[in-house]
Structure formats: C-alpha cells, structure tokens
Nanobody
Framework: QVQLVESGGGSVQAGGSLRLSCLAS????????LGWFRQVPGKEREGVAT???????LYDDSAKGRFTISKDNDKNTLYLQMNSLKPEDTAMYYC??????????????????WGQGTQVTVSS
C-alpha cells in the first residue's frame, strides 16, 4: 500500500523556521517527481516546490529564497526546509509523488499519491 506520512508542522512566529518531513512506504528513487503543496480552507491546493530524480528543483515564487526542498533516497524521505516564515505561509502542507512522466511541474493534477497533511501556523 502506497503511503506518504508528513510530520514537522506546528506553530511558529513570523521569521521562524520549520522543517517538514515526508516518509514514503515505497522507494522514492523509483518516482521521477516529488513535491510539496499547501492549502488553506476555501482555496485550491497550490504547489510550493518539486524535486525530480536528478535533484532538479522548482519553486513557486512565494517560496523562492526561503524554502528548500530535498530528499534522501536511502531514507525514503522528502523534506521541506522553511525559513523566514510569514503569516501567509499558514496552511496545511501535503507531500505528493507522481507516477511516470518526465517532467516535474507544480501542478496538482500531475501527482497521484498524497499524504494526509501537516498543519503549519505562522503568527505575526
């Protein structure tokens, strides 16, 4: 059974940092594209960052310079280091894995497998 389990969310003041982790039940090296998305109530899920099998990364403009996506294939774990957090970063954060394909876009519909999410709350 394919599972993705996020952890590391929490409450932090603006300017603080959090590191999200996503443990996969499968070998993440077998997936061409992994990503982090976030969602606030009443809004669509939006892409934050993706990383492909060659460790090429893609970031949403809101995350550039503040967030870093990385992965450890040996530990089957995806990470999102978030620095200089802002109140507008408050959301449920989800990790996702695509099946097949050659690209690694920040597109919700591209990803087949999803975790349950971890809440990040940033106070001003």
């Amino acid at each position: 059974q394919v599972q993705l389990v996020e952890s590391g969310g929490g409450s932090v003041q603006a300017g603080g940092s959090l590191r999200l982790s996503c443990l996969a039940s499968f070998g993440i090296a077998s997936r061409n594209c992994l990503g982090w998305f976030r969602q606030v109530p009443g809004k669509e899920r939006e892409g934050v960052a993706t990383i492909d099998s060659a460790d090429n990364t893609l970031y949403d403009d809101s995350a550039k310079g503040r967030f870093t996506i990385s992965k450890d294939n040996d530990k089957n774990t995806l990470y999102l280091q978030m620095n200089s957090l802002k109140p507008e970063d408050t959301a449920m954060y989800y990790c996702a894995a695509a099946r097949g394909g050659r690209s690694c876009p920040l597109l919700f519909g591209y990803f087949a497998d999803w975790g349950q999410g971890t809440q990040v709350t940033v106070s001003s």
